[in-house]
Structure formats: structure tokens, C-alpha cells
């Protein structure tokens, strides 16, 4: 890593009209990328650090020229060295919306983040993006019962509750095929959206975009992991949310009726996912932090499991064998 970040020193220095700089960590928990917060010239930069053969560039600048030419908040790229994996961008600040967010602005930011999604959703783009298909929605889920379930719990699963899993994961793959395909940013949530005093809010972690179902960032948003609300409260923000497709031609006023149903088995997909990554971060990568999360993140399939009876299974899972030894 030192030989790195020399090689990144390098490269600012030889940047035009770059004669000194101050470089300093500013986030280091990105896979292999590495982020730092460069002053120069009297202005803040991030610079990222995507190892050549471990990250690939590519994606990011594609989306980051893409979004920012409909006319989002995010990162512009003031230059870039994609052979040694560098490149220099805006800095959108340090305050992220889930240091922001409480009771009385909730309703303001949470507005200003929808209104940027339907942007994405509407204009963003959609050729040249991977698909969110049947098998990477299944590869997703099986975090869940790989890392969580059998790594972190150590619970010795049954045939039949590894066939109610495969049950539940394909329910859950169809109700997500099911739905309009939009451009999906993917980790569309609280920490990767920044509070900024103007055109807010600022937009990050946006390279693993994909083509796929319409809910999945809107509960991202609105059941996110790190922060929860009301029920009758995200589901009137479904709603608004849902006028607001339609308006913007993402959605038709005939997905009204299973719109909601859309949302609340999206979020299961997600919820398991994000439980699954929370434990192999870690089992794997000695990020126990991210456990506190999981509780929240089940708890919502508990919330919502009786309007699904096929969720059922799953739900006695979590409320027998997973909160109770995660709340040890």
C-alpha cells in the first residue's frame, strides 16, 4: 500500500498547475478502492485509489459522466490515469445523510433524494449496464444463508428449511423480474448520499450500476439498514413516489395495484442481502460494525411477513434462530 499511495503522490504532482498538495485518508472501507481528501490549489479534491487487477476504473467514470450529464450531484472527474487506476474528483463534502437525517427534515431530504432517483430512473442510462438477473439476484441472497446463517450463527439448517430457502429465494426472484427496469444505482441509502448545501443531495458508490427492477433503490432509501421509520410513513412515501414515476413516464398507472407488493419483496431480496454481506464483512474482513445492522435489517421481513404467507418460513427463522442469538 505505501508504494501506492507514492505512485498516487506522483501522479497529482505531475497534474498541470499542480505545485504542492496535502493528501490525507478520507474513507477505507470500499473493497479495494481506497479514497483520499487532496487539498490543492486552495480547493478540496478526492482522489481515488482503484488497484489496476482488483478494481476496474471503467464503470465508475462511465456513470459518473452519465449522471452528472442529467444533471445529478455527483463526483465530477477533473482528471483521471485509468492505467495506474487514479483519478482525482470533486469532493462533495462530509456530511453524510444519515448524520442529517431526524423527525423534522425527514420529509425535506428524503424529497430532494426521490427527486434525483426519478431522475436516474427516467433519464439515467440503460444500455451498455449489466443485468439484475435471476442469477445474480440468487447470488445475492445466498450471502444470507452462506455468511450469516452458517458462518456467523453456526446453525445446522435442515433439508426442509434449505428447501423453504430455495422456495422463498424464487418467490422472491419473480416478484423482482416481474417489475419495469430501470437504470439501478444499487446502494442507494444513507450512507452513500451526502448532505450538501446546494443541489443536494450528492450522489456516491454509483459503479455497480445495473438494469434492473424499479423498486430496488426505493428501498434502499426508505428501508434502509442504518436508519428506520414508521411504517405508515414509508408506505405514504411509496405512494408519493410512485405518482412521481408516473409522471415522470418510469411507471403506469395500472403497476398501482402491486406497486407496494413490489416494494415489500424488493426489500426482502435486499434485506437478506445486506444481512449477508454485514456478516462477511465480519467473518471475512474483521469489520464487526456492521453486525449492530442486522437485527434492523430482519425486522423489517418480520414486519411485513403476514401480508405474504410465503415469507412465513422465513420470518419463524429470523424470530427463533437468528434475533434472538444475534441480541445475546
Known amino acids: 500500500m505505501p508504494q501506492r499511495v507514492q505512485r498516487l503522490k506522483a501522479w497529482l504532482g505531475s497534474l498541470p498547475g499542480v505545485s504542492e498538495f496535502t493528501l490525507e485518508p478520507a474513507s477505507g472501507d470500499a473493497s479495494f478502492r481506497r479514497y483520499f481528501r487532496v487539498g490543492m490549489n486552495g480547493e478540496s ?40 487506476g487514479f483519478l482525482l474528483l470533486g469532493d462533495l463534502g462530509t456530511v453524510l445523510y444519515l448524520d442529517q437525517l431526524d423527525a423534522s427534515n425527514v420529509d425535506r431530504l428524503y424529497g430532494d433524494a426521490l427527486g434525483a432517483l426519478v431522475t436516474i430512473q427516467a433519464c439515467g442510462p440503460r444500455t451498455g449496464l449489466p443485468e439484475y438477473d435471476r442469477a445474480l439476484l440468487m447470488q445475492e441472497m445466498e450471502l444470507f444463508r452462506d455468511w450469516l446463517l452458517e458462518r456467523q450463527l453456526g446453525l445446522k ?19 423482482a423480474l416481474q417489475q419495469p427496469r430501470v437504470c439501478v444505482h444499487r446502494d442507494y441509502h444513507s450512507r452513500n448520499l451526502m448532505y450538501t448545501a446546494s443541489h443536494n443531495p450528492g450522489i456516491l458508490d454509483f459503479q455497480d450500476a445495473v438494469l434492473g427492477p424499479v423498486t430496488y433503490d426505493l428501498v434502499s432509501l426508505l428501508r434502509d439498514c442504518y436508519v428506520s421509520w414508521p411504517r405508515i410513513q414509508v408506505e405514504a412515501w411509496v405512494q408519493g413516489y410512485f405518482e412521481l414515476a408516473v409522471q415522470s413516464g418510469v411507471l403506469k398507472r395500472e403497476h398501482e395495484d402491486q406497486f407496494l407488493r413490489w416494494f415489500d419483496l424488493m426489500g426482502v431480496q435486499r434485506q437478506l442481502k445486506a444481512s449477508g454481506i454485514f ?30 404467507p410465503p415469507l412465513s418460513g422465513l420470518a419463524e427463522i429470523i424470530q427463533t434462530r437468528i434475533l434472538p442469538t444475534l441480541d445475546r
Open 45 to 84: 479534491y478526492i482522489a481515488m485509489d482503484a488497484p489496476p487487477g482488483k478494481e476496474d476504473t471503467a464503470p465508475f467514470i462511465s456513470i459518473a459522466n452519465a449522471f452528472e450529464a442529467i444533471g445529478l450531484n455527483v463526483p465530477h472527474i477533473h482528471a483521471q490515469n485509468t492505467e495506474q
Open 157 to 175: 439448517l435442515s433439508v426442509a428449511e434449505h428447501a423453504m430457502l430455495d422456495e422463498t429465494f424464487d418467490f422472491l426472484i419473480d416478484n
Open 279 to 308: 456478516a462477511r464483512l465480519n467473518q471475512r474482513d474483521g469489520k464487526p460494525g456492521y453486525l449492530q445492522d442486522i437485527p434492523r435489517t430482519l425486522t423489517y421481513i418480520v414486519s411485513i411477513h403476514p401480508a405474504y
